[in-house]
């Protein structure tokens, strides 16, 4: 089946080495904050669907991501980066981000909590 294999969160992305850059354990409190999420997935051969990102910031829709195409059978699999912007607005808070198919099934669930 599709599969979310691992996932993280930075503060940049090199688009050569395909990674995280400043990547990030906490998210840092009272802060306006550039955040990528990178989510590598597997794909059964002959698989073909869309898959996207959903952000959300303490349970609350804060950002959708369009849908990507996903061919299946890769051996290196498949990465999905995407980013957002956020107002981390109190300590303890949390931001997790769904990877989800364009039919609306969770492959998987990705999360990060702001500092206190």
Do not use: M
Request: net charge positive; hydrophobic share 40%.
């Amino acid at each position: 089946p599709l599969r979310l294999l691992n996932s993280g969160f930075g503060t940049g992305l090199d688009p050569l080495e395909r990674e995280l850059s400043g990547r990030l354990a906490s998210l840092p409190p009272n802060n306006r904050l550039r955040v990528y999420a990178l989510t590598a997935l597997l794909a059964p051969l002959g698989l073909k669907d869309r898959v996207g990102h959903r952000w959300f910031w303490n349970g609350r829709l804060a950002y959708a991501s369009p849908f990507f195409r996903l061919h299946g059978g890769r051996k290196s699999g498949f990465r999905l980066w995407t980013f957002h912007t956020l107002e981390i607005d109190r300590p303890g808070g949390v931001l997790h981000v769904d990877v989800v198919t364009e039919g609306g099934q969770l492959i998987g669930r990705a999360g990060i909590r702001a500092s206190k």
